[in-house]
């Protein structure tokens, strides 16, 4: 269970993350004995991630393979996500086959993304969809705490950095499953 949150405004995206381990719902690995980075850097992007901690280890064990991707827009990055996708299935046969939902036809990653990349903000849910965002969104398990502290901060606070930590923050002190230390990368990008 996670918390990523990231901002993008005045030629840069801010993304934070708690570094909380988490083994199910009801073992938290102290943070003095551990701590995981939720977010990778790939490339000139940053990679935040919720869901099955062992994409962290998949997905840094998939790019090392290869140069960094380009991660700069939505086809970019749904192209990247099909060759994932498509390696999950054929090299990582730790990975379940089954979608969670027979009310669906999509399989199901169990992992949502959050990029942060010189293109842009962008989602990629577990369906493999991509949103972009032009001002701010969190993911996680705590994600509409931290949403709603980054709408009401958005237009009132200045730095960037204080509104990734304060929507991290409440996410932290509201929901059970974030907490941690919070760690906050920042990329240059384009104004919306």
Request: net charge negative; proline share 4%.
């Amino acid at each position: 269970m996670s918390i990523v949150a990231a901002l993008r405004r005045s030629g840069s995206i801010t993304m934070a993350a708690d570094t909380l381990a988490l083994f199910g719902e009801s073992m938290v690995i102290p943070q003095t004995n551990a701590s995981v980075s939720k977010m990778l850097r790939v490339g000139d992007a940053i990679v935040g991630g919720t869901g099955w901690a062992v994409y962290d280890d998949i997905l840094d064990h998939f790019l090392a393979t290869a140069d960094p991707p380009p991660l700069n827009s939505r086809r970019e990055i749904y192209a990247f996500f099909l060759d994932f996708w498509k390696a999950l299935r054929e090299t990582y046969s730790l990975v379940n086959e089954q979608s969670a939902s027979k009310e669906t036809p999509f399989g199901d990653l169990d992992a949502t993304f959050l990029i942060a990349s010189p293109g842009g903000l962008f989602k990629v849910s577990s369906d493999l969809g991509v949103t972009e965002f032009k001002q701010y969104h969190a993911i996680g398990s705590g994600c509409e705490y931290a949403l709603g502290a980054m709408h009401v901060l958005f237009g009132a606070e200045p730095n960037n950095q204080t509104i990734v930590r304060s929507a991290c923050e409440a996410a932290i002190a509201m929901e059970v499953s974030c907490g941690g230390d919070i760690e906050i990368l920042q990329v240059e990008c384009a104004d919306p």
